[in-house]
């Protein structure tokens, strides 16, 4: 059952981790339905001292940028997410593509709503092993992840 009433998630950072979803929203996470997909037309990097990601748009960028497309939140589950993507980032529209079929979506993404400095490029697989640890230690917060220290 897809609650219409709210467009389509998309994550594609660290709330690709059932870890960290599960930490921002408890048991509310099981409600969730998680399609794999993609978008293209933007570049994830690392945000410069941080273990967690943002995405910027460029057009020219042919790269998928995988994700899930999120289903059946509700306005408690886009409360939560608001809290933990904290001050620095906000939900905008974009369009998704199913991995399955290629159809398209109508979504929203949290994107930075301020310029923030960042660095490498990020890389889902690579945070999971190598960073996930240190972002719980150093990065997490369900009530407004860690700014950035420049």
Not at 36 to 55: A, C, H, Q, R
Request: glycine share 4%; aromatic share 16%; hydrophobic share 35%.
């Amino acid at each position: 059952m897809v609650n219409s009433q709210y467009p389509p998630l998309f994550f594609y950072g660290t709330l690709r981790s059932q870890e960290v979803r599960y930490a921002v929203l408890h048991k509310l996470e099981g409600s969730l339905t998680l399609v794999e997909g993609f978008i293209i037309g933007y570049d994830l990097f690392k945000v410069k001292n941080t273990n967690y990601p943002l995405i910027l748009r460029n057009k020219k960028s042919l790269k998928r940028v995988l994700g899930y497309i999120v289903y059946n939140h509700n306005q408690e589950i886009i409360n939560k997410l608001d809290l933990f993507e904290g001050e620095n980032y906000s939900r905008y529209k974009a369009q998704a593509f199913k991995l399955s079929d290629e159809l398209k979506v109508e979504v929203e993404l949290y994107m930075p709503n301020k310029k923030l400095e960042y660095c490498e490029p990020w890389i889902f697989e690579n945070w999971l092993k190598l960073e996930k640890e240190s972002f719980f230690k150093k990065d997490f917060n369900k009530d407004g992840i860690k700014k950035p220290i420049y």
